[in-house]
T-cell receptor, first 111, second 116 residues
């Protein structure tokens, strides 16, 4: 059974710091991995999607890497800003029509 | 583009009553819609997948008679929580995809259900 774990569960940092959020999954047989952002009481916004054949994806200050064989992904946030404060969710797609989510990392960036 | 709405955004009901939550794709046709439930500080858990015009496919452990899903059109799916109890209180999120594989899912803003 696929399980997704995210570490740390919560993180509080001063503005400007570079951050690394971690995601691990137990079964390496995945189609892709996706990072989402969720603001309090809101839905999800897709940030980055990495196909199983890819090693990383970048969008602006965000960079996500994938090591499928070891079951790990990291989301790197450069020069963090207060507006980055949110919960970051990692999800793997193990099969047709299904996403398995981690519990998320709650990030607070203070001025 | 690719906007998904949910209504209501929050609802409070008495134990034993039924609650209907709507999920609409506003600017695209959603062949497949997904319903998730999220408890505080926990993962989103997939409850069921529905394809337009077909019966929903429920995940293991989800009671199909309690959580009724209807996907009657390409832009609307509804989730009805029947005979709601306090343990059903949760954040319900839908997503919609233009393809049956759900390769790209667009998520709604969620509905907060509180059962007293």
């Amino acid at each position: 059974k696929q399980e997704v774990t995210q570490i740390p569960a919560a993180l509080s940092v001063p503005e400007g710091e570079n951050l690394v959020l971690n995601c691990s999954f137990t079964d390496s047989a995945i189609y892709n991995l996706q990072w989402f952002r969720q603001d309090p009481g809101k839905g999800l916004t897709s940030l980055l999607l990495i196909q199983s054949s890819q090693r990383e994806q970048t969008s602006g200050r965000l960079n996500a890497s994938l090591d499928k064989s070891s079951g790990r992904s990291t989301l790197y946030i450069a020069a963090s800003q207060p507006g980055d404060s949110a919960t970051y969710l990692c999800a793997v797609r193990p099969s047709y029509n299904k996403l398995i989510f981690g519990a998320g990392t709650r990030l607070a960036v203070h001025p | 583009g690719a906007v998904v709405s949910q209504h209501p955004s929050w609802v409070i009901c008495k134990s034993g009553t039924s609650v209907k939550i709507e999920c609409r794709s506003l600017d695209f046709q959603a062949t497949t819609m997904f319903w998730y439930r999220q408890f505080p500080k926990q993962s989103l858990m997939l409850m069921a997948t529905s394809n337009e015009g077909s019966k929903a496919t429920y995940e293991q452990g989800v009671e199909k008679d309690k959580f009724l899903i209807n996907h009657a059109s390409l832009t609307l799916s509804t989730l009805t929580v029947t005979s709601a109890h306090p343990e059903d209180s949760s954040f319900y999120i839908c997503s919609a995809s233009q393809d049956r594989g759900g390769d790209t899912q667009y998520f709604g803003p969620g509905t907060r259900l509180t059962v007293l």
